[in-house]
């Protein structure tokens, strides 16, 4: 299973606005996709309130990991959406 570790860059981090449009985002991959925090469980990406219950803060690293149908490009396309700064104009 692909994996990726990436860097929170939005202000917010992954709460309110950053988190509606990571969940969207992963709701429209082909692969199953989930993200973890250090010392959390695994939660389905495309769960805004799972999402939210990793209290996941600016500059915090998360793992992401699919499963299924185009995997890698799957995580290639989430993992950027995280290194973006989600709270400006998107």
């Not at 939005?10 to 449009?21: D, M, V």
């Not at 429209?28 to 996941?56: D, H, R, W, Y």
């Amino acid at each position: 299973m692909p994996e990726r570790t990436v860097k929170i860059a939005s202000t917010s981090g992954l709460h309110a606005r950053p988190a509606a449009i990571f969940s969207q985002a992963a709701s429209e991959q082909s692969a199953a996709v989930t993200i973890e925090k250090v010392g959390a469980s695994p939660v389905q990406a495309s769960s805004i309130l799972m999402l939210l219950t990793l209290n996941v803060d600016h500059g915090d690293e998360v793992t992401l990991r699919a499963e299924g149908d185009e995997a890698e490009e799957s995580l290639n396309a989430l993992a950027a959406l995280l290194e973006k700064n989600l709270d400006e104009n998107f």
